[in-house]
């Protein structure tokens, strides 16, 4: 397995999630972008929401509604159980390009203009909380594609930062190689699966 990631997986909270699926958000907003050249894949992970009403939209969407917008055909989504899509990777996207967003101190605001604001479904005044001045980056999402079943984190791994023989690599293992000798396998290929989502993206494949 190339030990080069060339994808991401970015975590997006649920009701940006609803809007990327109804076409509705066109960029999503980091601090920092990934040393690879676009086009690239970038996976959704949708995160956990703190209650049912962050799924914003869908509280307002008939079921049939969201499974068209999500692409959901098992009955995971009942009236009191909005989605199973929390805390799941449920899509992926191509990023195309970065954009590239700096801080106007005469303007007291972002240099983007009023068409990519609107597709990043942030305010000027959003965009200061959450950059307080420093460079954003808009990821431009295009080939937008929902599972039609959610995949689970250990789907997905990202390159390993062990030196082997290591005994915190899980598939770090002693075998004997004949009666006076011992030598070590890792299975791993260099590539650990995801135990916990990123705090905002790192570098993936999918194993």
Same mark, same amino acid.
């Given at each position: 397995?190339?030990?080069?990631?060339?994808?991401?997986?970015q975590?997006?909270?649920?009701? &940006?999630?609803e809007?990327?699926?109804?076409g509705?958000?066109?960029?999503?907003?980091? =601090?920092?972008k990934p040393n690879?050249?676009?086009?690239?894949?970038?996976?959704?992970? +949708?995160?956990?929401?703190k209650?049912?009403?962050d799924w914003?939209? +869908?509280?307002?969407l008939?079921i049939?509604?969201?499974r =068209?917008?999500?692409k959901?055909?098992?009955?995971y989504l009942t009236?009191?159980?909005y989605?199973?899509?929390d805390?799941?990777?449920?899509?992926?996207?191509? +990023?195309?390009e970065i954009?590239?967003? #700096?801080f106007?101190?005469?303007?007291?605001?972002y240099?983007?203009?009023?068409?990519?604001? #609107?597709?990043t479904?942030?305010?000027?005044?959003?965009l200061w909380e959450?950059?307080?001045?420093?460079t954003?980056y808009?990821? &431009?999402?295009?080939?937008?594609k929902?599972?039609?079943?959610?995949?689970?984190?250990?789907?997905f791994?990202t390159? +390993?930062?062990?030196?082997?023989?290591? #005994? &915190?690599?899980?598939?770090?293992?002693?075998?004997?190689?004949?009666?006076?000798e011992?030598d070590?396998?890792?299975?791993?290929?260099?590539?650990?699966?995801?135990?916990?989502?990123?705090?905002?993206?790192?570098? #993936?494949?999918?194993?």
């Amino acid at each position: 397995m190339n030990s080069i990631l060339l994808s991401i997986m970015q975590s997006i909270k649920p009701f &940006h999630c609803e809007n990327i699926a109804i076409g509705r958000k066109g960029y999503e907003v980091r =601090k920092t972008k990934p040393n690879i050249s676009s086009p690239f894949k970038s996976y959704i992970y +949708c995160t956990k929401p703190k209650s049912l009403y962050d799924w914003g939209l +869908c509280i307002d969407l008939e079921i049939q509604d969201v499974r =068209k917008y999500f692409k959901i055909n098992k009955d995971y989504l009942t009236s009191r159980d909005y989605p199973i899509l929390d805390g799941k990777v449920i899509g992926e996207y191509i +990023c195309d390009e970065i954009q590239e967003w #700096v801080f106007d101190n005469e303007t007291n605001s972002y240099d983007i203009s009023d068409d990519d604001l #609107v597709l990043t479904c942030l305010t000027q005044e959003q965009l200061w909380e959450y950059g307080k001045g420093k460079t954003l980056y808009g990821y &431009h999402i295009s080939d937008l594609k929902f599972y039609d079943e959610p995949k689970d984190l250990s789907r997905f791994g990202t390159k +390993c930062n062990l030196d082997c023989p290591s #005994v &915190h690599c899980p598939y770090w293992k002693y075998q004997r190689v004949n009666a006076d000798e011992w030598d070590y396998d890792c299975s791993c290929n260099n590539i650990r699966p995801l135990t916990r989502p990123p705090q905002s993206w790192c570098y #993936v494949e999918e194993v």
